[in-house]
């Protein structure tokens, strides 16, 4: 039997469809995201939540000529298959495939290429208010969740529409969870709104009411506002009317022949408007009512075949052992407190919540808000741990200069998701971390080699008076217990030498040692021995390593998984100039100065030349093979 879904080759076709058709359709959408998403991965929960509202949009508004912008934007999916990228949907999150994320290089109905929250509606006034400049009719719409309501600059936005009275509709979708669940007094308020048994049952008595009056003309219209007005005068106002939004709902975000016919009545509207919908996240799947957090990142159910890159054996995910070693820490230091901004799963502080439940603090999403706090609570001369992805850490750029940097204040910021991050691609990489926080006086830069040297790096920046912020990647963390390593102390702006050599020298940042470590090992069989130093620290950098690497070496590769530009390498081409030392004995081995795609890791690394076997190619254009193997401390 043909699926309606077969029909719909562009976003027109939608509108071929009769109403009573659309719930069947939702049906095939949810039944072709839950396949994907089970082989790809996926942000399945949310993508389930929006399947009847996507559809309601399209079916309503003319999407080749109206906008909707999409907050965060991970809930595209349907807004993908409906506007002629169903053929690509298999290949999501795959590399040189579509992205998880609108992506306006994809298609000309994604406006902007999103993956962080608070973004929705501000571009869309912006959008609204060069509609008006240049004379441009059609309607605005931003899709936000309740989650991107904990953002303050989703408030800038309403404040600026609903005053400037701008022509926008704003769909808030209300589903109680953002990544985890939604927290702070919004959410609270938000749930007083949808559990107003009063205004609610008014509201539902007066809308049956007026659905039976025939609507002639102006006089009709200011008495149904009249009406509104006295309803909102009965049972009180509410902070979106405050801000000069006219608020409609709650409603069943479900019900597509209730969304249709909602969202008519409102595109005839030429005013700010916020449209509050209830769904539930993962609709549609058997686990949407037990465990909705599970669906909101899946990975794969069957991996595919990847290239296969031979590293050293592969043990915790950095972000297990962070969490490990931070309740440690904290089991001997009550002074130690943990913030995070709505990613108590992601940075693996659910545990630490769960301990020490009066000594976490989830601020929502906002970073600039957690940073902040992070530095009241130092002040008062406990040692608080923020965890924030390296991307979102970004957001909280000026409160990192004044609040920590200025005052000297003794923040530790656990930067996860530091590097690649694979399949979320461009918006979630941490590619920048190194250069925007280099900049900064007062701060300490550091990053470990494996599970012993993040839990020493830990531990010594709760000792010390100043900023600190550790980067580590999302990924695995390598296993060195075949290598015979001794490991030294951790001492601020020192490096650790792992393997002596003399044909060459390798000087590597964080997740980058392993790298080296591999190549070098190979080259020690075909009679290449290189020196390979782990940096620990951009920041103090260790110039008294940089001098003797340069001054002893024939040459000096670099090597950081951050972008070229302001990061590791950088810093130490800078110190050498500073130095007076030869730089051309240098090369610098970092990623591209432009935005990644999304992709596996070791795939994206191998194309920048950022794996073993590239690294391996490399030195030996650098250096000179010995007739015979020469023995190295390395056991392969």
């Known amino acids: 039997m043909p699926l309606l879904l077969d029909t719909i080759k562009r976003p027109r076709d939608i509108r071929k469809l009769k109403l009573s058709e659309l719930p069947l359709l939702a049906e095939e959408v949810r039944r072709e995201i839950i396949e994907v998403v089970s082989h790809r991965g996926g942000h399945l929960g949310s993508n389930l939540g929006v399947v009847d509202l996507t559809i309601a949009l399209h079916y309503v508004f003319d999407i080749e000529n109206d906008v909707v912008?999409?907050?965060?934007?991970?809930?595209?999916?349907?807004?993908?298959?409906?506007?002629?990228?169903?053929?690509?949907?298999?290949?999501?999150?795959?590399?040189?495939?579509?992205?998880?994320?609108?992506?306006r290089e994809e298609s000309?109905?994604?406006?902007?290429?999103?993956?962080?929250?608070?973004?929705?509606?501000?571009?869309?006034?912006?959008?609204?208010?060069?509609?008006?400049?240049?004379?441009?009719?059609?309607?605005?719409?931003?899709?936000?969740?309740?989650?991107?309501?904990?953002?303050?600059v989703s408030y800038e936005a309403l404040n600026n529409c609903g005053a400037s009275k701008k022509n926008i509709l704003v769909i808030l979708n209300d589903n109680t969870m953002s990544i985890s669940r939604t927290v702070g007094a919004m959410s609270n308020y938000l749930n007083d709104l949808r559990t107003a048994p009063l205004y609610n049952e008014l509201k539902s008595e007066i809308h049956e009411m007026l659905?039976?009056?025939?609507?002639?003309?102006?006089?009709?219209?200011?008495?149904?506002?009249?009406?509104?007005?006295s309803l909102k005068a009965t049972v009180g106002n509410n902070l979106f009317s405050a801000?000069?939004?006219?608020?409609?709902?709650?409603?069943?975000?479900h019900d597509l022949p209730l969304l249709v016919r909602t969202l008519r009545n409102l595109k005839r509207q030429k005013k700010p408007i916020l449209l509050h919908l209830i769904t539930q996240k993962g609709k549609g799947h058997p686990d949407a009512g037990s465990d909705p957090h599970a669906l909101h990142g899946v990975t794969p159910r069957r991996a595919e075949t990847k290239i296969e890159v031979k590293t050293l054996p592969a043990k915790k995910p950095y972000t297990k052992v962070f969490a490990e070693s931070l309740i440690r820490l904290a089991e001997r230091d009550n002074r130690i407190v943990a913030v995070t901004a709505a990613m108590p799963e992601g940075t693996g502080l659910i545990e630490f919540e769960k301990r020490f439940p009066s000594r976490f603090?989830?601020?929502?999403?906002?970073?600039?808000?957690?940073?902040?706090?992070?530095?009241?609570?130092?002040?008062?001369?406990?040692?608080?741990v923020a965890a924030i992805y390296s991307t979102f850490l970004q957001r909280a750029y000026d409160q990192v200069f004044?609040?920590?940097?200025?005052?000297?204040?003794?923040?530790?910021?656990?930067?996860?998701?530091?590097?690649?991050?694979?399949?979320?691609?461009?918006?979630?990489?941490?590619?920048?971390?190194?250069?925007?926080?280099?900049?900064?006086?007062?701060?300490v830069l550091t990053a470990p080699r494996d599970a012993e040297e993040l839990d020493a790096m830990l531990a010594f920046a709760?000792?010390?008076?100043?900023?600190?912020?550790?980067?580590?990647?999302?990924?695995?963390?390598?296993?060195?217990?075949?290598?015979?390593?001794?490991?030294t102390p951790i001492r601020l702006g020192k490096a650790e030498v792992l393997t002596t050599g003399a044909d060459g020298a390798i000087?590597?940042?964080?997740?980058?040692?392993?790298?080296?470590?591999?190549?070098?090992?190979?080259?020690?069989?075909?009679?290449?021995?290189?020196?390979?130093?782990?940096?620990?620290?951009?920041?103090?950098?260790?110039?008294?390593?940089?001098?003797?690497?340069?001054?002893?070496?024939?040459?000096?590769?670099?090597?950081?998984?951050?972008?070229?530009?302001?990061?590791?390498?950088?810093a130490v081409m800078e110190a050498a100039v500073q130095l007076g030392l030869d730089t051309r004995k240098m090369k610098p081995l970092a990623l591209a100065d432009k935005f990644l795609e999304h992709g596996d890791r070791k795939n994206l690394l191998q194309a920048q030349g950022l794996d073993p076997e590239s690294v391996v190619a490399l030195v030996k254009t650098l250096a000179v093979a010995k007739p015979r193997a020469r023995r190295t401390n390395i056991r392969v």
């Open 69 to 103: 912008t999409w907050d965060v934007s991970n809930q595209t999916y349907t807004h993908k298959i409906l506007t002629g990228r169903r053929e690509r949907f298999p290949t999501l999150r795959q590399q040189h495939g579509i992205s998880g994320f609108a992506n």
């Open 108 to 152: 000309p109905y994604d406006p902007f290429t999103f993956g962080h929250a608070g973004t929705a509606i501000s571009t869309a006034v912006g959008i609204v208010s060069g509609d008006e400049l240049t004379g441009r009719n059609r309607k605005v719409i931003a899709v936000v969740g309740d989650g991107a309501m904990t953002c303050g």
């Open 211 to 229: 659905n039976k009056l025939p609507v002639v003309g102006h006089p009709i219209e200011e008495g149904l506002e009249t009406i509104r007005r």
């Open 243 to 253: 801000l000069g939004f006219h608020y409609y709902g709650p409603i069943n975000g």
């Open 361 to 384: 603090f989830d601020v929502g999403i906002c970073e600039q808000h957690a940073v902040g706090l992070a530095a009241g609570l130092a002040h008062v001369g406990l040692r608080p």
């Open 402 to 443: 004044q609040e920590l940097c200025l005052q000297k204040l003794p923040v530790v910021i656990a930067m996860d998701r530091a590097g690649i991050v694979g399949a979320d691609g461009a918006t979630h990489n941490g590619l920048f971390d190194i250069a925007y926080l280099r900049t900064f006086p007062n701060i």
């Open 462 to 487: 709760l000792t010390l008076d100043v900023p600190t912020a550790i980067r580590y990647p999302r990924t695995d963390i390598p296993d060195f217990s075949s290598l015979q390593i001794a490991r």
């Open 507 to 570: 000087l590597a940042y964080g997740s980058m040692v392993e790298t080296a470590l591999a190549a070098s090992a190979a080259l020690s069989r075909e009679g290449i021995d290189l020196c390979v130093v782990n940096a620990r620290f951009v920041k103090p950098l260790d110039t008294g390593i940089v001098r003797e690497l340069l001054t002893e070496q024939p040459f000096l590769l670099l090597m950081e998984e951050h972008s070229s530009a302001g990061g590791f390498c950088s």
